[in-house]
């Protein structure tokens, strides 16, 4: 299907402001750390170790708490701290008891729009018990609000102490740039308002690197075109990345070839078969012959996403 792509991506069901499709263009051309003070240290370090195995013997040590965290949307709506009809709860089956529960609005270091749930967690070598969880336990995360359920899926609890990010419904956009807090996150560390700088210092801004799939703190993560010649042929390639992680919910990443004989706008045509290709983390190549007739050739790659 060749059908021509979006000038910028599409958020929550409007067009919003990008500074367009990411591109990069290549030119290819034909050819080429005493005493008594120390005993009572050691000593007092084999007490501590003695007082710690003895609560070892008692049960152990209990492992950190499984949190979870994020953003929640109904009905198209951001969740907000204001809604404290909304729970969100772990619970070992739809039906079963709850291991952990929190309600929207109860902990003012939440913000206005987020939740944490934290799951406790067991001792490794005790037995479950109804109100902990052990590494490798299935959950239920349920959403509730005075409506009834709202939200629920399945979560397998890998590693204790870890926190990790769940968002419920659409991904929100706080603070309207464009781009789901998810990625900012994650990739920038806070949600920004604007992603029109260049934090890696690459040439290319936080915006494009989002469309991009790139990371907008390592200048060396950019998207490229890679060109080689060998045994008369031109090869020119780059890696088509897939819409996948927090901030790419429902999405598609999409590209296109294109060449051109000159550097000028309106001169760029898409290569045969190469107008619209998904992002599958694959490498595309495209290969075409040199011959000495052949006048200098500039080729472009551009990168865009579809979805809500």
Known sequence: MNSEPCQGPAFHGRRVRSAGPSSHVAHLQGGR??????GMGWRSLTAAILLISGVGVHGGIPLPDH???????L????????DTDVRIEARRSVHGPVLASYRMGSSSGMGEFHYQLRIPMGDRQAAATPDTAQPGDVVVILVRNAAGLQ???????VEPGAALRFDFGASLDTDGDGVPD???LAQLGGVKGSLEGDTDGDGVSDLQEYVAGTRPTD???VFRLATMIEGGLAHI????????????????????LESSTAMEPDRWQAVENHSRIPGMDQI???SRGLNGTDSAAFFRARVWLEGP
């Open 33 to 38: 750390e005493g005493g008594q003070r120390a």
């Open 67 to 73: 949190v979870l965290y994020g953003t929640i949307a």
């Open 75 to 82: 009905n198209g709506r951001a969740v907000t701290r204001m």
């Open 151 to 157: 939200h629920q899926v399945s979560h397998q609890i």
């Open 182 to 184: 998810g990625w900012e």
């Open 219 to 221: 200048a060396a993560d």
């Open 237 to 256: 390639s780059f890696r088509a990345l897939s819409a996948q992680g927090s901030g790419y919910e429902g999405r598609r990443r999409w590209y296109a």
């Open 284 to 286: 595309v190549v495209y």
